[in-house]
């Protein structure tokens, strides 16, 4: 079935674009972004059950950006009678016009930037999903929860807790302008399973989640990830330490898409281009990885929670080849930075909701396919250890810098996997060093898109990463 697009915002389009034409009676420019997204969010343990009509993208207003004499000014607003725009029209230009007037009074320098393009486009999208959020059966879904929550507790040994959660939110945004309107609708779902365990006073806790540009029907493969779970807790709790040192790595599809998203991701966001914030901007077109790495960044490399089919700036999607072969050929960028930089926007300008500014931000950012057998991977290798599973990661765009906190590594010795188990692992470097060091790259990939990413320490969006098996070397501790 087609996710069908709000009746909500398809009654206040007229209304918005007469408010459009009444502000281009006094600005250069002007836009308007409406949102209608509606989700839930289930979390079900042996200690707590909580189900809430809300997920990180569930939201309802609109937000106008205006241009003036080379400065852009927006307002946010959730309250509109599309009968009368021009209430809303006066109350705004007090607004717009106040936050401009601070800016000329302060004798601050801002980038003084040209008009956006209003080129004419037209655009519905209603994307397929099987079933929608909003119509989901919750009692059904919170029995099915709860049945695995129980399960993990009767089978897993030492287990103190099982955690089963799902959210799912049904999108859908609106952008016009004067010569402009673009409308989609589609519905992308998350859930995971968590086991806490205990073993000799050592606590541990595995995750294993999965996510896709799905309705609630993702959730019937929980159950499968609640025996990865379980199987995951009694290895780290008999876990070791590494030793520090640098080693041969294969990374699982997850940990090469936490290195994408680190390595690559922020560090290549055009925004900091402008601000000179990136070391990226000095490596256009040089050498930053081996021949064996090729990566790609935009809603349509992949089909994930993050695949729309245009952002929150009104640009079309896009697929950009970010490396080629070791060559860094470009980066990514929301429209006003692209202006400033005097390229063009990549689709990816994206706001945390209608009350929040435009930031450049990553959609689906993967590492390409290549063709070396996960064993010859293996085989390969003297020392060292297959990485899988991920907690965290953070980057230093300025200096390349790279701390990636992997869940578990299993040791290889003289090209065999051996069976133990070390966890956490802690893997730093110098982002060139590491991709410079992949020199073998598997066919398979998987795309994974459970949880969000901040601008910093704010601004939370929507994003997914991966890649295929890699064969690299890095330092572990």
């Not at 897993?156 to 302008?177: N, P, R």
């Not at 935009?298 to 070791?326: K, R």
């Not at 990485?387 to 765009?397: A, F, H, K, R, V």
């Not at 998987?446 to 890649?467: I, L, P, Q, S």
Request: charged fraction near 25%.
């Amino acid at each position: 079935m087609k996710a069908p697009f709000s009746q909500f915002l398809t009654a206040q389009a007229d209304g918005l674009k007469a408010l459009i034409a009444l502000l281009g009676r006094k600005y250069d420019y002007v836009s308007v972004l409406s949102t209608d997204s509606r989700g839930f969010s289930a979390r079900i343990s042996q200690k707590s059950k909580s189900v809430v009509n809300d997920t990180m993208t569930t939201e309802r207003g609109h937000v106008a950006r205006v241009h003036s004499g080379g400065l852009y000014s927006e307002a946010a607003f959730n309250e509109f009678d599309p009968a009368h725009p021009e209430e809303t029209a006066e109350r705004l230009i007090r607004m717009l016009d106040s936050q401009l007037a601070v800016l000329r009074a302060a004798g601050v320098q801002p980038y003084e930037t040209a008009a956006l393009s209003d080129d004419p486009q037209a655009l519905f999208v209603e994307m397929e999903t099987e079933r929608l959020p909003e119509n989901e059966d919750m009692e059904a879904l919170i029995e099915k929860l709860s049945a695995i929550s129980d399960e993990g507790m009767k089978r897993g040994e030492g287990v103190l807790d099982c955690m089963a959660t799902a959210q799912s939110t049904h999108i859908c945004k609106m952008f016009l302008t004067a010569h402009r309107d673009l409308r989609q609708s589609y519905v992308y779902s998350e859930g995971g399973v968590a086991v806490i365990a205990m073993q000799n006073g050592r606590n541990e806790v595995s995750h294993e989640g999965l996510s896709g540009r799905r309705g609630p029907e993702l959730f019937d493969g929980l159950r499968a990830r609640l025996d990865d779970a379980l199987r995951v807790s009694r290895e780290l709790l008999s876990a070791g330490r590494v030793e520090p040192g640098e080693y041969d790595i294969i990374t699982a599809p997850d940990v090469s898409g936490l290195i994408a998203h680190e390595a690559f991701g922020h560090g290549v966001e055009m925004d900091m281009f402008v601000k000179e914030r990136a070391l990226g901007a000095q490596y256009i077109d040089r050498r930053v990885g081996s021949d064996c790495v090729t990566m790609h960044e935009g809603a349509l490399c992949a089909e994930n929670v993050t695949s729309y089919a245009f952002d929150d700036e009104g640009t079309l999607a896009g697929d950009v080849t970010e490396i080629d072969h070791g060559i860094l050929k470009t980066g990514i960028c929301d429209a006003l930075s692209a202006l400033r930089l005097g390229t063009r926007p990549t689709g990816n300008g994206k706001r945390e909701n209608f009350e929040h500014k435009v930031y450049t931000r990553m959609t689906n950012t993967v590492f390409d396919s290549g063709s070396d057998r996960l064993e010859d991977m293996i085989a390969s290798i003297e020392k060292g250890y297959l990485l899988q599973g991920i907690s965290s990661g953070m980057e230093d765009p300025k200096h390349w810098g790279i701390q990636c906190i992997v869940e578990r590594g299993y040791e290889i010795l003289n090209g065999k996997l051996t069976g133990k188990v070390v966890a956490p692992v802690v893997m730093t470097g110098y982002v060139p060093d590491l991709l410079g060091s992949v020199s073998m790259v598997s066919p398979d990939r998987a795309v994974f898109g459970n949880g969000g990413c901040g601008k910093g320490h704010k601004e939370w969006v929507k994003v997914a990463d991966g890649g295929p098996y890699l064969k690299a070397r890095a330092r572990l501790g």
